[in-house]
């Protein structure tokens, strides 16, 4: 106990320490001093927030050390940007699109007066988007502001129109804007023109105290007027004071309070088209009606709306929205359809919940491999699980082959893929349902999410089509998919040294075929005996993936040829390297087990060199991640569906 109080007590004395050194308390003029020293402190908001993206570093998708990602982006140039990293995933080309929008802002670009919208289906990641944005622009350094101005406005708005020239030469930088009405009225009033005496405070931002972050959520049926944007005059306060005095203003609305940041607007095109202007004069003007008779007052914020694409189509038919649409800077945000990048996506969001049950091997990537084929358009290059692998920049081996089909080639045929079929949310859905279901262990499996997800997919409205075609995933290409991966699993379980085998395997087909092709002998590693290559070892191998007949000549040449080049360019070769080989191997080492594994696995009761055969099996799958519930669950499964009699 005592050892915690006293790193508790540390820890707020430490966060109020750095907090002290960040803000900062004086006048106007001592605010100015400031400045000169460090004059890029007055940012404009696209600016600020444009820093907030690029400050954690910038780096090319190339740099990456994945292969699969390397040959995805081998001919394009893809900015990441790491503040976006770790919680958005698959959607790289979407994230630049917005970087590349406050950058040209920051510089007071077109985009600097246009409205950034978020386009995407349910779950795609657009609110979370901006909340990363308000959550970077809370995490970041306090800006400063002039103390008690309901729209905490930059300082330098003081300064007199006739000095302003002479200001920006001493400080180097430009000044944009003007007093609101509340401070115009106090400048007068409370400091009798005296400008250089008005307080100066810094503000941090902050969302829910309503700082530099306003919020407008789709508007309310029974409130109309643009209060919720622009403020109000407060009808208690009328009697007192005249009209025209600001003291009766309320300036609280979402873009008053937004000021210095950003208004993000939820399902903007919900909202009554008297709302649309306000937002489109606010970016394009810099300013807002000020309620009552109180003219135009001066803003500086980032809007940012988003909504889903059925409501842009609508808004977009409307010809009387043509000015609005002219100002809007549209980036969509379609469904992640990377499989490695999808698993990462529920990894996250149950990281981030209370879900907490053991997820046994494959269950994500099964999970996502249906959320991406429902996003998937169809072709005519090759059926949409081989599109799926391909998008994951695997290599797709056909016919001894591995697949050449141009993976740019293949998005440039789609029309608007990756703006519909199943959502992130369906899919968390799913597993919650898999894990209520399970009354024997607290564990969610590749076999009961597929369940779960069958049976969300009967019940959930859809077109009768669609949800034929959903079925047939999870029933048919999944189930096959499935089956695939866990029989590779419990053959790498039952063979003693999997990777030790497979390796040797690799080793001596490739001494017997470059002997085979060079019309040369093999030297038998132990005994240095000289012996005929044996082509019927190569055969079974290569029958593994129906090479057969005169295709073998040529496949042999392939591989020595490919490996050859490999090598020269200096990489470690095994049996991995040459992918149509590598599946072949990794096939023949599963038939050599096959009718073994078949057998116990199946059995009911095993005799003694069989039961131990099991345990050992078990116990494997139980180091590479299943828990004893999830493993009696698989090897069951396989049981009853693979290797059928
Ligand atoms: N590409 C992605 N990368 C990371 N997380 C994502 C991605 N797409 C969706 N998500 C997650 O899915 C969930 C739903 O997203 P949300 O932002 O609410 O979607 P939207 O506002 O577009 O309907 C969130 O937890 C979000 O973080
Ligand atoms: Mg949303």
Redesign the pocket.
Known sequence: MEKNSVSFEQLIRDDRAAHSTRTWQGRFLDYLELLKADPILPKLAHHRLHDVIVKSGVHDIKTSDDSRVKRLFKDESVKIYNFFED?????EKTLAQIARYFQSAALKGEESRQVLYLM?P???????LVEKLQRGLEEADPFFAIDGCPMNEEPLHLIPRHLRREFEKMLGVHVEGDLCPVCRFRLKEEFGERYEEVPVVTRQFSKRNRVGIGVVPPVDPNNQDTSVLVGSEDISKLDLYSEGDPRVLDLNGAINVGNRGMVEFIEVFKNETEYLHAMITATQEKVIPAPGRHGMVYVDTVIVAHSNEAEWQKFKADHTNEAILDRIVVVK?PY?LRLSEEVK?YQ??IRNSDFRAHVAPHTLEIASMFAILSRLEPTTKCDLMTKLKLYNGEEVVEKGKTKKIDVRELRDDTKREGMSGIS??FIMKALDNALSDNIEGNCINPINVREALINMTKEADLPDDTRKQYLDFLQDVLHKEYLDVLEKEITKAFVYSYQEQAESLFQNYLDHAEAYVNKTKVKDRNTKEELQPDEGFLKSIEEQIAIIGSAAEGFRQEVIAYLWAASRRGGRISYRSYEPLKEAIEKKLMTSVRDISRIITKARTRDEEQSEKYNTMVQNLLQHGYCTNCVDVVLKYAANNLWKD
């Open positions: 919680e958005f995933f698959g959607i995407g349910v779950g795609s990641g657009k609110s979370s945000v992640n996506i996250k969001i992130t949310r």
